[in-house]
């Protein structure tokens, strides 16, 4: 009786799983697909190859070294490299 229960139950698993395929091969979704084809990633002409700015915010090189020249005179340089020291060992 067990085995009669387990081949029907399985039978019946089998024609629906059967069922549900067909109903989603026969009508695929087609807004999906067009969507796949026509997306685009982010404008790469802007970004760098990390994902940030390529130009940066405009500044020479001899703004960004005045930058870092302030950074470490007002303290901020060091409490950067106290923040992100990391464990050390």
Not at 16 to 31: D, E, V
Not at 50 to 64: I, L, N, P, Q, Y
Not at 82 to 88: N, Q, T, V
Request: aromatic residues 4%.
């Amino acid at each position: 009786m067990k085995t009669v229960l387990l081949v029907a139950g399985g039978l019946l698993c089998a024609c629906a799983w059967h069922a549900s395929a067909q109903n989603i091969t026969a009508n695929p979704t087609t807004a999906a697909q067009p969507d796949a084809m026509n997306s685009e990633g982010p404008d790469p002409s802007g970004s760098s190859m990390s994902g940030g700015h390529s130009v940066g915010d405009g500044k020479t090189r001899a703004e960004v070294y005045q930058d870092l020249v302030h950074s470490q005179q007002n303290g901020e340089a060091a409490r950067l490299q106290e923040l992100f020291k990391g464990s050390g060992k």
